[in-house]
C-alpha cells in the first residue's frame, strides 16, 4: 500500500480534536466518516466548501452546526469556483498555513460541478477536492448519477422486466482528473483507511491542486446493513470494482494489486440496489472488471 512511500500518518501524530461532529448523517453512512478523517488531518485552519448534498444537509442545521473550522455551502455546481474565489482571497490577505478544502458529492462532482473542477485544474488552483463517491444522487432521494454503477437500482432507474437497473457505466473520473495534467490525484475507500489518510496527507503538501475520490458506502441508498459502510468499502477493492491509485508527474500509480479477486456476487449480493441482477449481469460486470484490470496492469506502475 501508499503507506510508506506517502507522509505516512497515524493515531500518534494526528489531532485529537474534532472539527466534524454532531451531525445527522444516517446510520453507518460512509461520507460522515470521510468528512471527519479529512478535517482531523487538515486541521483547523482549513477553509471548507460542500454544495448540496449529504454532507451540507446534515451538517447546517442551524443551531446545530457541525463544524468547528470554517465552513460554507456553495451552489450545487460551484464547489471548484468557490474554493478559487477562498484560495485567492486567503493569497490577497497575506494568509499563510491553511488549506482550502472543498467535498462535494458523486453527483456534484461527475454531473453538476464537472464544469468547475475542470477550471480550477487547468488554472492551476492550490486546492484539495475530495468527491465522496455514494453512487447515485442520494441527499434527493436515491436517483442515479453518472458515478451509478452498471446494474443498480435507483428511483430513476428501476430494475424491472425491461429495464435491468442503471444500463450505463461508470463515469472514470479519477481517471478524467488526471487527463488535465493534474498535479495530484488519488482513488481511496473509507474501508482502507490508512491509505485514505495518507493521501489526504499528502494533498495537504501539494503545491497546485489535489483531488481525491473516496468511496463512501451509503447503507440506506444501497439497501446494505448499518453497520457494513467499512466493510463494503473494503470489499470493493478487494473484488475488483474499485482501486486504489495514485496521479501525480504524469504517471499513474496502482497502489494495491490483488492477486485473486474476492467474488463479486459476495459484494453485490449485500446490497438490495443488485438483488436483482442475473447471473448473466454478475458475469457481464465481472468481465468489465477483467477488461479494466488488464489494462491498469499493462500501462500503469504497480506499487505492491
Given at each position: 500500500m501508499s503507506g510508506e512511500r506517502l507522509h505516512g500518518i497515524n493515531a500518534r501524530n494526528m489531532t485529537d480534536k474534532e472539527?466534524?461532529?454532531?451531525?445527522?448523517?444516517?446510520?453507518?453512512?460512509?461520507?460522515?466518516?470521510?468528512?471527519?478523517?479529512?478535517?482531523?488531518?487538515?486541521?483547523?485552519?482549513?477553509?471548507?466548501?460542500?454544495?448540496?448534498?449529504?454532507?451540507?444537509?446534515?451538517?447546517?442545521?442551524y443551531p446545530q452546526l457541525c463544524f468547528t473550522n470554517n465552513a460554507i455551502i456553495s451552489t450545487f455546481p460551484g464547489t471548484a469556483s468557490m474554493l478559487s474565489g477562498i484560495a485567492a482571497g486567503a493569497r490577497a490577505l497575506g494568509l499563510k498555513d491553511y488549506h482550502v478544502?472543498?467535498?462535494?458529492?458523486?453527483?456534484?462532482?461527475?454531473?453538476?460541478?464537472?464544469?468547475?473542477?475542470?477550471?480550477a485544474i487547468d488554472r492551476g488552483e492550490k486546492i484539495i477536492y475530495v468527491c465522496y463517491d455514494n453512487?447515485?444522487?442520494?441527499?434527493?432521494?436515491?436517483q442515479k448519477s453518472g458515478l451509478t454503477p452498471f446494474g443498480a437500482k435507483t428511483t430513476t432507474t428501476p430494475a424491472g422486466e425491461n429495464v435491468r437497473g442503471t444500463i450505463t457505466?461508470?463515469?472514470?473520473?479519477?481517471?478524467?482528473?488526471?487527463?488535465?495534467?493534474?498535479?495530484?490525484?488519488?482513488?481511496?475507500?473509507?474501508?482502507y483507511v490508512q491509505d485514505f489518510m495518507n493521501k489526504i496527507n499528502k494533498a495537504k503538501s501539494v503545491d497546485g491542486t489535489s483531488y481525491i475520490h473516496v468511496y463512501a458506502p451509503c447503507p440506506t441508498g444501497w439497501g446494505a446493513a448499518t453497520d457494513s459502510a467499512i466493510d463494503l468499502g473494503k470489499e470493493v477493492v478487494d473484488c475488483g470494482l474499485?482501486?486504489?491509485?495514485?496521479?501525480?508527474?504524469?504517471?499513474?500509480?496502482l497502489n494495491k494489486n490483488p492477486k485473486v479477486f474476492t467474488p463479486v456476487s459476495d459484494?453485490?449480493?449485500?446490497?438490495?440496489?443488485?438483488?436483482?441482477?442475473?447471473?448473466?449481469?454478475?458475469?457481464?460486470?465481472?468481465?468489465?472488471?477483467?477488461?479494466k484490470w488488464e489494462k491498469i496492469r499493462a500501462s500503469w506502475q504497480i506499487e505492491c
Open positions: 472539527f466534524f461532529y454532531g451531525h445527522k448523517a444516517c446510520a453507518g453512512c460512509g461520507g460522515s466518516i470521510a468528512v471527519r478523517l479529512i478535517h482531523k488531518i487538515l486541521g483547523e485552519r482549513t477553509f471548507t466548501v460542500i454544495p448540496a448534498g449529504c454532507m451540507s444537509a446534515v451538517s447546517f442545521i478544502l472543498g467535498i462535494a458529492g458523486d453527483g456534484g462532482t461527475a454531473d453538476i460541478g464537472i464544469q468547475a473542477l475542470s477550471g453512487e447515485a444522487y442520494m441527499n434527493t432521494g436515491v457505466k461508470k463515469k472514470n473520473m479519477f481517471e478524467i482528473v488526471a487527463a488535465h495534467g493534474i498535479d495530484y490525484a488519488a482513488t481511496a475507500s473509507v474501508g474499485w482501486y486504489l491509485a495514485e496521479y501525480e508527474n504524469g504517471e499513474f500509480v459484494y453485490l449480493k449485500k446490497q438490495a440496489r443488485f438483488k436483482h441482477l442475473t447471473k448473466e449481469d454478475i458475469e457481464a460486470i465481472e468481465a468489465h472488471r477483467d477488461a
